[in-house]
T-cell receptor
Framework: GIQVEQSPPDLILQEGANSTLRCNFS?????LQWFHQNPWGQLINLFY???GTKQNGRLSATTVATERYSLLYISSSQTTDSGVYFC???????????FGKGITLSVRP | NAGVTQTPKFRVLKTGQSMTLLCAQD?????MYWYRQDPGMGLRLIHY???????AKGEVPDGYNVSRLKKQNFLLGLESAAPSQTSVYFC?????????????FGDGTRLSIL
């Protein structure tokens, strides 16, 4: 099956810093989603981004499907950005959503 | 806007006991899913449903059963709980087929099997 690799596995930031989280996948995908799991375990859908670039406030995401990667940018990080960020992909029509192992982000005040 | 609601939020079971987790969505979504999340791992698909009265196996279906008697509800059952089923369970729903529309998740159910 498709492999989804996220990097770095762990990231520590000082509040106000910017960061880039990466998701590589081993096969062509129809769709890709980025999720944030907060410290309380809630899973929040950040972006649905099979290709192109989207922005939502301080967050933006870019997927280059032809090169099999996606990037999540966090600008001016806040302590509330802490948690685990998951990338999930769908390798083909009617295929299952496959998750990466996540990136643990800690933003310190 | 309730979205996807899971009950219960926490549960402790003894090995061999049975229980049912309930997922309800109010978005009129056709597709619903059950995932489990284990430490250090992403979510893995247990079972899913593409409409009322339908169910299908996901990546890790053994030891679980599901039912979709009503469009808005998706039930996950453990007939004889095992310690290996200790996990956090997430339900999700989407408007379209598995990947072509975003999935919306509930807050999770933390289940411990002693």
């Amino acid at each position: 099956g498709i492999q989804v690799e996220q990097s770095p596995p762990d990231l520590i930031l000082q509040e106000g810093a910017n960061s880039t989280l990466r998701c590589n996948f081993s096969d062509s995908v129809n769709n890709l989603q980025w999720f944030h799991q907060n410290p309380w375990g809630q899973l929040i859908n950040l972006f649905y981004i099979p290709s192109g670039t989207k922005q939502n406030g301080r967050l933006s995401a870019t997927t280059v499907a032809t090169e099999r990667y996606s990037l999540l940018y966090i600008s001016s990080s806040q302590t509330t950005d802490s948690g685990v960020y998951f990338c999930a992909v769908v390798p083909g029509a009617n295929s299952k959503l496959t998750f990466g192992k996540g990136i643990t982000l800690s933003v310190r005040p | 806007n309730a979205g996807v609601t899971q009950t219960p939020k926490f549960r402790v079971l003894k090995t061999g006991q049975s229980m049912t987790l309930l997922c309800a969505q109010d978005m009129n979504h056709e597709y619903m899913y059950w995932y489990r999340q284990d430490p250090g791992m992403g979510l893995r698909l247990i079972h899913y449903s593409v409409g009322e009265g339908t169910t299908a196996k996901g990546e890790v279906p053994d030891g679980y059963n599901v039912s979709r008697l009503k469009k808005q509800n998706f039930l996950l059952g453990l007939e004889s709980a095992a310690p290996s089923q200790t996990s956090v369970y997430f339900c999700a729903s989407s408007y379209g087929i598995l990947g072509n529309q975003p999935q919306h998740f509930g807050d999770g159910t933390r289940l411990s099997i002693l």
